[in-house]
């Protein structure tokens, strides 16, 4: 059973920060590569932010050097901590395992609004 809960967001204005959290289930988390990823106003769900069970990580060029996505193995849960925010990083954030199950199953997401 897939079950992702994201947590973390807020409204802040363009420089802050926020910090993102994601606990997993076992089922989606285990051996899996996990991502954080962002569906803004009007457009389609994109990966911004993914990190390998052994800690490698890859960001999207809109994110990259900002944002810094962690994980924790031994309780499942993915971070990802957002500095120097931009209005366009405003969004719905969701984890999700990399690539994504068939059908992905999303948790609820957590919203991102930064001010200008």
């Known amino acids: 059973q897939v079950q992702l809960v994201e947590s973390g967001g807020g409204l802040v204005q363009a420089g802050g920060s926020l910090r993102l959290s994601c606990a997993a289930s076992?089922?989606?988390?285990?051996?899996?590569?996990m991502g954080w990823y962002r569906q803004a106003p009007g457009k389609q769900r994109d990966l911004v932010a993914r990190?390998?069970?052994?800690?490698?990580?890859e960001y999207a060029d809109s994110v990259k050097g900002r944002f810094t996505i962690s994980r924790d193995n031994a309780i499942r849960t993915v971070g990802l901590q957002m500095n120097s925010l931009k209005p366009e990083d405003t969004g719905v954030y969701y984890c999700?395992?990399?690539?994504?199950?068939?059908?992905?199953?999303w948790g609820q997401g957590t919203q991102v609004t930064v001010s200008s």
């Open positions: 999700n395992g990399v690539p994504l199950g068939v059908p992905p199953r």
């Open positions: 076992r089922s989606i988390f285990r051996m899996n590569d």
């Open positions: 990190i390998t069970f052994g800690g490698t990580t």
